[in-house]
């Protein structure tokens, strides 16, 4: 059975068409993973930062982050860390790097007292360059 130049033809394109059915599919299953893992990837802590007019500062290296949370509780990274031991801690933490600053980021609504508290016990241990991190102020 001998085919005409027309039948070869289409049977020739039908072999060479891509059916994109199941790479849609499985795109649309990624998406769907992806769409329900990314809220679980966010890291860090919930803090309220308050609001000012001045800008951001530029730095060279990652800066040392004190996070001082709503309830009270302060930390560095992911380790938690009490006052009494906070001027050791940064001590040896900063004595390894470059970049002597500390950046402390404290929920608006903790009480000033902590956050004096914690400087207080950062100059205490020598480190005297402290930034405070808050949000540009929206207008």
């Known amino acids: 059975m001998a085919m005409s130049a027309g039948e ?4 020739r394109m ?10 849609v599919d499985v795109m649309l299953v990624l998406l769907i993973i992806f769409m329900v893992t990314a809220p679980m990837m966010q890291q860090g802590l919930e803090v309220n930062l308050p609001e ?14 004190l996070v001082i949370q ?3 509780k302060l930390s560095i990274g ?5 006052l009494d031991d906070l001027g050791k801690k940064v001590s040896a933490i900063l004595s390894t790097r470059r970049n002597k600053q500390i950046n402390i980021q404290a929920d608006k609504e903790v009480d000033y007292g902590v956050v ?6 950062l100059k205490a241990a020598g480190i ?12």
Not at 8 to 11: F, T
Not at 14 to 23: F, Y
Not at 54 to 65: H, K, R, S
Request: proline share 6%; net charge neutral; no cysteine.
């Open 52 to 65: 000012t007019k001045n800008g951001g500062v530029a730095v060279e290296e990652d800066p040392l982050v």
């Open 70 to 72: 709503k309830n009270k």
């Open 116 to 121: 004096a508290q914690a400087m207080g016990e």
């Open 128 to 139: 005297n360059n402290i930034g405070l991190i808050t949000l540009p102020r929206g207008n």
């Open 78 to 82: 992911t380790a938690n860390i009490s």
């Open 8 to 11: 070869e033809k289409k049977s």
């Open 14 to 23: 039908a072999l060479s068409e891509i059916n994109v059915t199941p790479l």
